[in-house]
């Protein structure tokens, strides 16, 4: 495993917010979702598309809080424009789970 510093950790802007929308992505190379984040007033709704569909449906990930970088380059996911990496972790088949806070936060707080 590679080192870093705490600068570099702080370089990483990692923030929670809140699924307001979300679609299925049949053109995906790999099953997705596509998700509407938002991040709060100075943030605002970002774009992501996940690959969360072994756990969640769009219909029941709207509402759901998330951690996701916020400051990574957009990336053109097929015909979508990917702006934010919204986190997970493996289960124990490596199907995404997501990360979410586990007490109410504001929408756009960043993780320390």
């Given at each position: 495993?590679?080192q870093?510093d705490?600068d ?6 990692i923030?929670?917010?809140t699924v307001?929308?979300?679609e299925p ?6 099953p ?5 984040v ?8 970002r774009?992501?598309?996940a690959q ?7 219909e029941g990930?709207?509402?759901?809080d998330?951690m996701a970088?916020i ?7 097929g015909?979508?424009m990917?702006?934010?990496?919204v986190?997970?972790v493996p289960?124990e088949?490596?199907e ?5 806070p586990?007490h ?6 960043r993780l320390?």
């Amino acid at each position: 495993m590679n080192q870093i510093d705490f600068d570099d950790f702080l370089r990483v802007d990692i923030r929670k917010g809140t699924v307001v929308n979300a679609e299925p992505f049949p053109e995906a190379r790999k099953p997705a979702i596509k998700l509407w984040v938002d991040f709060g007033d100075a943030l605002g709704i970002r774009k992501s598309s996940a690959q969360i569909t072994k756990h969640y449906t769009p219909e029941g990930v709207i509402g759901k809080d998330v951690m996701a970088v916020i400051n990574f380059p957009p990336r053109q996911i097929g015909k979508f424009m990917s702006e934010v990496l919204v986190l997970g972790v493996p289960d124990e088949t490596g199907e995404v789970v997501l990360l979410t806070p586990d007490h109410p936060v504001p929408d756009g707080g960043r993780l320390f």
